[in-house]
């Protein structure tokens, strides 16, 4: 069983589309995070969720809304979609927030815009 | 709020040599220091780990070293073998409520035979 899943795996788009990417995860974790990996690989926190409260919000444009159903589920709604959104989206979860504890990531989205 | 640097951006090394790569934190506070391995097209993958109470750790070929008085750590793989090569990232956790891991930029690791 894969611990933390994210579909779908590639997303082709054009400019102007809203697309999600779902999260799940199966290892009991109190807290997931979304981290966009750009092309030159750094990794940026984006988001952060704990027992579906929003803890970090970082510097990330307002088109992008993270929801989290229940504590198992991350997903990342994405608006009016740019160029510069291309990249390589990934998941995580922890078992307790602020002590890095099983830090887990997904198998990532890679999402492109044309 | 943390910032941590990581060098060098990439790192050549023939099959069997050692390979040290180096990361420094800016928040003194920080208690937590994985490192991560990436290979193409995969996700992160914890290889190591250290938390601010200890100075050293090792597994097998790989070993941490924590530094906290200079804020930095370091990554040494001895023996490296070709299927070493990957992206690593050291990373931080600050030591504060509703904090994630703020990485690095990565390094690129190429073992040649």
């Known amino acids: 069983d894969t611990a933390v899943s994210q579909t779908p795996k590639y997303l082709v788009t054009q400019m102007g589309n809203d697309k999600s990417i779902k999260c799940e995860q199966n290892?009991?974790?109190?807290?997931m995070y979304w981290y966009k990996q750009d092309s030159k690989k750094f990794l940026k926190i984006m988001f952060s969720?704990?027992?579906?409260?929003?803890?970090i919000n970082e510097t990330v444009p307002n088109r992008f809304s993270p929801k989290s159903p229940d504590k198992a589920h991350l997903n990342l709604h994405i608006n009016s979609l740019e160029l510069g959104d291309s990249a390589v989206y990934f998941c995580?979860?922890?078992?307790?927030?602020?002590?890095?504890?099983?830090?887990?990531f997904g198998s990532g989205t890679r999402l492109t815009v044309v | 709020g943390e910032n941590v640097e990581q060098h060098p951006s990439t790192l050549s090394v023939q099959e069997g040599d050692s390979a040290v790569i180096k990361c420094t934190y800016s928040?003194?506070?920080?208690?937590?220091f994985p490192w991560y391995k990436q290979e193409l097209g995969k996700r992160p993958q914890l290889i190591i780990d250290?938390?601010?109470?200890?100075g050293e750790k090792k597994d097998q070929r790989i070993a941490v070293t924590l530094n906290k008085t200079a804020k930095h750590f370091s990554l040494h793989i001895t023996e490296t073998q070709p299927e070493d090569s990957a992206v690593y990232f050291c990373?931080?956790?600050?030591?504060?409520?509703?904090?994630?891991?703020?990485f690095g930029k990565g390094t690129t690791l190429s073992v040649s035979s």
């Open positions: 995580a979860s922890s078992q307790v927030l602020g002590t890095g504890y099983g830090y887990t």
């Open positions: 290892l009991g974790h109190d807290t």
């Open positions: 969720y704990n027992n579906k409260e929003l803890i």
């Open positions: 928040d003194s506070a920080s208690n937590y």
């Open positions: 250290i938390r601010s109470n200890v």
């Open positions: 990373a931080a956790l600050p030591n504060q409520a509703g904090t994630a891991l703020i």
